[in-house]
């Protein structure tokens, strides 16, 4: 079950649309695929997605699904890992998202992302040569 904010910006990013983004916003090529797929598994390439309460009661945001009990805060005021509201990790414009998702990468890898960890690592990554 994903939950979503109906008053929140939502954007489905098509595959090559993600790409280009995830280009955009300076993710590495050589890391593009992985990226990709944790996108794919964690948010189904969409921006406004909340996810359900996870054992703590804490929740998972946006395209990447970022934490809000360790990276945003969930309150108007920007706090926690990432200096960022949660809602920041939920619009259609994801360079704060990008830049909170590149964060937890340098801290933990690819393992702090479950869908990555469960559908992306040692198995078929995207095929996005076409992009």
Do not use: A
């Given at each position: 079950m994903v939950?979503?904010?109906a008053q929140c910006e939502a954007k489905t990013f098509s595959l090559c649309g993600l790409v280009r983004e995830?280009?955009?916003q300076n993710f590495p090529e050589h890391e593009m695929r992985d990226w990709v797929c944790l996108v794919e598994k964690e948010s189904s390439r969409r921006t406004h997605v909340i996810g359900p309460p996870n054992d703590d009661g804490?929740?998972?945001h946006g395209l990447f699904q970022i934490n809000d009990h360790y990276w945003c805060?969930?309150?108007n005021v920007p706090g926690k890992g990432c200096h960022v509201t949660c809602q920041q990790m939920r619009t259609d414009d994801i360079t704060a998202a990008s830049t909170c998702a590149k964060k937890i990468y340098r801290r933990h890898?690819?393992?702090a992302w479950y869908g990555w960890v469960n559908h992306c690592r040692g198995k078929a990554l995207p095929d996005i040569s076409h992009c």
């Open positions: 939950l979503v904010c995830l280009r955009k804490s929740r998972d805060n969930d309150s890898g690819f393992n």
